[in-house]
C-alpha cells in the first residue's frame, strides 16, 4: 500500500518512536513521534551538513514547481511509492523505507548558520547566553576509556555573524564536558563519516561530524554563487550530493553490519534550508523557514516521511518542527533532556 507523506496510522515502531514530548510544548509536532515506549539510544552520530542544503536540491524536491523553483536537478522515485528525492541519492533512494526524513524542519531566527547551528545543537538561540551542546551532557561518559563526545574533524571557525558560539560548547557545564578532537586532513565524506563510526564502535556517546569547517572560499551547501568568498551555483552542489548519499549508506551498511545501528542514532541536517527561488546568479540564499533533516537508527521507524511543504518547498504546511525541537527529540532519545 502507498504511504502518504502524513501517514498517521497506528504502527507500533512509529508510535513508540519518541516519549514524552508533549512535555517539551511542541505544540503540532508530528504524531509519529509524540507517543510512548521509546527505545533508547546509547550513542549519536550527528552529522551537520555545513552550509545549509537546498531542500529542493536534496530529500524534498519539486518536480512540478517552476524551473526556477524546481532547480538543476531531477527527481527519482524511492523505496517509498509516491515519495521522491533529487536524483542525487540513488542510494538513500533504495533504502528509504529504513530512515525518517523530517521535511518540516524550521527556526524563526535570523538566518544565518550560527543561529541553526546553536538552535539545533543546544535548544535554543540566546544573543547571550551560552548553552551546552548535547555532546557535552555525555563528554564524561565514554565507554571503555573513550571521551564521550568528539568532534570529526574539528571546531567550525566562525563566520563573523557569530554573536556567542557556534552551539559546539559546553557551555556552563565546563571545560570537562568539551569535546575530544579527532582530525582528519581531507572533506571526503565517506572518510569523516567512516571515522565517525569507529569512534562509536570504540565507545564515544557522541559524536559531532562538521562536513566542513567553514563556509568560505571552499566547497560547501552554502550555494550564493556570489563570484567572490562563496562561488558554488546550486548546480555545482553535484558532488556533494553524490558523496553525501555514498557516504551516508556506507557508514548506515557498517553501523547495521557490526550491530550498532539498532542503539545508535543518526542525524543528518543543515543549520538551515535555501531559497526557494534560484538568485539571479543561479544560486540559492539562506532560508530558515523550512528544511529537511533525516534520522536513523536506534528505532527510528524505517518510511516515514513526516511534515509537508508548500508547492515550492519554501513553507511547512503539515508537521512543522522547530530546530530545537529535533534538539529535544534527540536528547529525549540519549536519555538526557
Request: aromatic share 4%; with cysteine.
Amino acid at each position: 500500500m502507498a504511504r502518504s507523506e502524513n501517514t498517521t496510522g497506528p504502527s507500533l515502531d512509529r508510535r513508540a518512536f519518541v516519549g514524552g514530548m508533549a512535555a517539551c510544548g511542541l505544540a503540532g509536532f508530528p504524531r509519529e513521534l509524540s507517543a510512548g515506549n521509546a527505545q533508547q539510544a546509547t550513542a549519536c552520530i550527528w552529522i551537520n551538513l555545513v552550509g545549509g542544503p537546498s531542500q529542493l536540491d536534496t530529500w524534498d524536491p519539486k518536480p512540478d514547481a517552476p524551473s526556477e523553483v524546481r532547480g538543476p536537478f531531477a527527481s527519482i522515485p524511492t523505496s517509498i511509492p509516491g515519495i521522491r528525492v533529487s536524483e542525487l541519492f540513488p542510494r538513500l533512494a533504495d533504502r528509504l523505507h529504513q530512515v525518517t526524513l523530517l521535511r518540516g524542519i524550521h527556526h524563526h531566527n535570523l538566518p544565518t548558520h550560527e543561529s541553526g547551528w546553536r538552535e539545533l545543537q543546544t535548544g535554543e538561540c540566546h544573543p547571550s547566553t551560552v548553552k551546552p551542546s548535547l555532546g557535552a551532557h555525555l563528554a564524561t561518559r565514554g565507554l571503555n576509556g573513550q571521551p564521550g563526545w568528539v568532534v570529526v574533524p574539528g571546531p567550525m571557525q566562525t563566520d563573523g555573524l557569530c554573536l556567542v558560539d557556534d552551539g559546539q560548547s559546553p557551555g556552563p557545564l565546563g571545560l570537562a564536558h568539551g569535546p575530544a578532537e579527532d582530525p582528519l586532513a581531507t572533506q571526503d565524506l565517506r572518510q569523516l563519516f567512516a571515522r565517525a563510526a569507529l569512534r562509536v564502535e570504540a565507545g564515544a556517546r557522541f559524536v559531532t561530524v562538521n562536513t566542513a569547517p567553514t563556509v568560505f572560499h571552499r566547497r560547501t551547501w552554502d550555494c550564493h554563487a556570489d563570484g567572490g568568498s562563496l562561488p558554488t551555483t546550486a548546480g555545482q552542489t553535484r558532488d556533494l550530493g553524490l558523496e553525501l548519499d555514498e557516504a551516508l549508506d556506507l557508514m548506515l551498511r557498517r553501523l547495521d553490519q557490526n550491530g550498532l545501528l539498532q542503539s545508535t542514532l543518526v542525524v543528518a541536517t543543515g543549520e538551515m534550508g535555501r531559497t526557494p527561488h534560484l538568485n539571479r546568479r543561479g544560486g540559492r540564499d539562506h532560508w530558515s523557514r523550512a528544511w529537511t533533516a533525516l534520522v536513523a537508527g536506534a528505532g527510528t521507524p524505517g518510511g516515514a516521511i513526516l511534515g509537508k511543504t508548500d508547492p515550492l518547498g519554501g513553507e511547512p504546511v503539515d508537521g512543522a518542527l522547530p530546530a530545537a525541537g529535533l534538539h529535544h527529540l534527540v536528547a529525549m532519545r540519549l536519555g538526557i533532556a
